[in-house]
């Protein structure tokens, strides 16, 4: 798979990026809400790579913006474009798919492999959320109906809007922890900042 290095708008952090031919153009579009999803692919090495493959293709009619395994984090579609992610919050919002199910425990995702995944997902979302001045704090469905801003799972989006019944990423996902590990990533990539404009 080729893949050319896309730089994230605005922002130090550069990925590989498989374009998705299925996104809906857009420009100066509000971004609120970073979504959070699971891939329903196994916790693999190449699980990034196998899930932007499937978006590549025009049959699957789906994207995201950016898929993340335990290695590796891929860029799909323009974060200026509006992915096709979750039906009812697309046109506002940054689609994160990750490797896993909706069906892991709170223990599955603290093996090695999702401790790894969640931690280069963390720097992600802390970086789109502080370029785009999302408040990382997790938001369920009556926040979205009523336009809050933050992070959310397909699942709310699913029950805001009621256009589609995905419940990924699940009753068991850590989300107390990634907000903290969102949070502490943003201070990092804050100091890092403030010492690049120092040199």
Known sequence: MLARLRRSEGGPLAYPFVESPNFTPASRRAID???????????????????????????SQVSAHYCVDADSVIQCVEEKDIAWHARGGNTNSIGVELA????????DWKDRYSTALLARAST????VCRRRRVPVRWL????????RRGLTGHSEVSEAFKRSDHWDPGDGFPVEAFLDSVRKAQQAQRRAARARTKV
């Open 33 to 59: 809400v970073v979504v959070m999803h699971t891939m329903e692919i196994a916790e693999r090495s190449d699980a990034a790579e196998i899930c932007a493959r499937w978006f590549r293709t025009q049959v």
């Open 100 to 107: 896993g199910f909706a069906s892991q425990t709170p223990r």
């Open 124 to 127: 992600l979302v802390a970086d």
């Open 140 to 147: 369920v469905a009556d926040d979205l109906v009523a336009g």
